[in-house]
């Protein structure tokens, strides 16, 4: 009788351990999107993934929105060049992490006629594996 009593103890500790470290991961784990620091490995790469293909290979950003969530990111930015002489106007890039490097897979048309909640509706729609989240103002 007493080892069945050791036997059910040990599945309730053990139990118990299980259940604080998940606890611990979900506590530890972001729920919704973050912003990477400035001149962190992350943001900087998703930098280079905005610049391939830009005619200006150097272009700098000036963040207005930032936000990542598990291998997806939403960016709002003002490009300029290297030296901050030419400003070009917002845009926005919704891209996708792959390995480590991050690829423009969608820019909504920010010309003149265009409608910025209907183009972000269309992205959404196109790619509805992105968190809602990044998305919110």
């Known amino acids: 009788m007493s080892s069945m ?69 939403w960016v709002v930015a003002d490009p300029q060049s290297k030296d901050g002489a030419q400003k070009f106007e917002t845009e926005s890039w919704l891209l996708q992490k792959t390995g480590d490097s991050w690829s423009v897979v969608a820019q909504p048309c920010a010309e003149e006629g265009c409608e910025p909640a209907a183009e972000i509706a269309k992205i959404k729609e196109q790619h509805p594996q992105a968190p809602p989240a990044i998305f919110a103002p």
């Open 5 to 73: 009593i050791v036997v059910r103890a040990a599945r309730h500790v053990a139990l118990a351990i299980v259940l604080v470290f998940a606890s611990t991961i979900a506590a530890c784990s972001p729920s919704g999107p973050t912003t990477p620091a400035e001149g962190s490995a992350e943001r900087e790469a998703i930098f280079d993934g905005m610049r391939k293909g830009r005619e200006n290979a150097d272009a700098t950003f000036s963040v207005r929105t930032l936000k990542v969530q598990d291998g997806w990111a």
